[in-house]
T-cell receptor, first 112, second 114 residues
Framework: KNQVEQSPQSLIILEGKNCTLQ??????????LRWYKQDTGRGPVSLTI?????NTKSNGRYTATLDADTKQSSLHITASQLSDSASYIC???????????FGRGTSLIVHP | EAGVVQSPRYKIIEKKQPVAFWCNPI?????LYWYLQNLGQGPELLIR????????DSQLPKDRFSAERLKGVDSTLKIQPAELGDSAVYLC????????????FGPGTRLTVL
């Protein structure tokens, strides 16, 4: 069964600090991996997408990495801001049917 | 251009009552998804439409849930009768097509069943 596991479940950091969120998956055959940001009470918004041949992708202060061999991805947030407080969801799609498998998300709280 | 529109944003009903959610996807998007999201969990796919054809509906509880996408544009998700365990956020998303393209999500409908 395709699965996506994220860690930590929740994280609290001070404004200005960096943090890294982890995603492990068993989805096969692999097509692509996305990181989404979901603010409270809103739908998820895509941050990055990576395919098999890509091992890093940046979007402003967000940098995602992908190790297709170990089936791991990380999302690094640099110089966190209060507006980064949200849930970050890892989503992996299989190439045979493109059905996305969602992780449970990491809840990030940035304190001033 | 407007994003994915969902209504209502909030709905409170008593158990055993029917309820319907409406979704208007981004213009030109052929693929439409309905997801269920429980608190603290990631979205779970209920059904995916390719134009007006329903595909990937294995997670849709067909005894009480139904969906339609007439003319391949707007979509409606219905629950009849609702149960206490149906309380959740129902998200609608759309994409140009199913392959590789980004899904754009609506704000969701928060359902509370009393």
């Amino acid at each position: 069964k395709n699965q996506v596991e994220q860690s930590p479940q929740s994280l609290i950091i001070l404004e200005g600090k960096n943090c890294t969120l982890q995603c492990n998956y068993t989805v096969s055959p692999f097509s692509n991996l996305r990181w989404y940001k979901q603010d409270t009470g809103r739908g998820p918004v895509s941050l990055t997408i990576m395919t098999f041949s890509e091992n890093t992708k940046s979007n402003g202060r967000y940098t995602a990495t992908l190790d297709a061999d170990t089936k791991q991805s990380s999302l690094h947030i640099t110089a966190s801001q209060l507006s980064d407080s949200a849930s970050y969801i890892c989503v992996v799609s299989a190439s045979e049917n493109y059905i996305p498998t969602f992780g449970r998300g990491t809840s990030l709280i940035v304190h001033p | 251009e407007a994003g994915v529109v969902q209504s209502p944003r909030y709905k409170i009903i008593e158990k055993k009552q029917p309820v319907a959610f409406w979704c208007n996807p981004i213009s030109g998007h052929n693929t439409l998804y309905w997801y269920l999201q429980n608190l603290g969990q990631g979205p779970e796919l209920l059904i995916r439409y390719e134009n007006e054809e329903a595909v990937d509906d294995s997670q849709l509880p067909k005894d009480r849930f139904s969906a339609e996408r007439l003319k391949g544009v707007d979509s409606t998700l219905k629950i009849q009768p609702a149960e206490l365990g149906d309380s959740a956020v129902y998200l609608c998303a759309s994409s140009l097509d199913r392959d590789y393209n980004e899904q754009f999500f609506g704000p969701g409908t928060r359902l509370t069943v009393l």
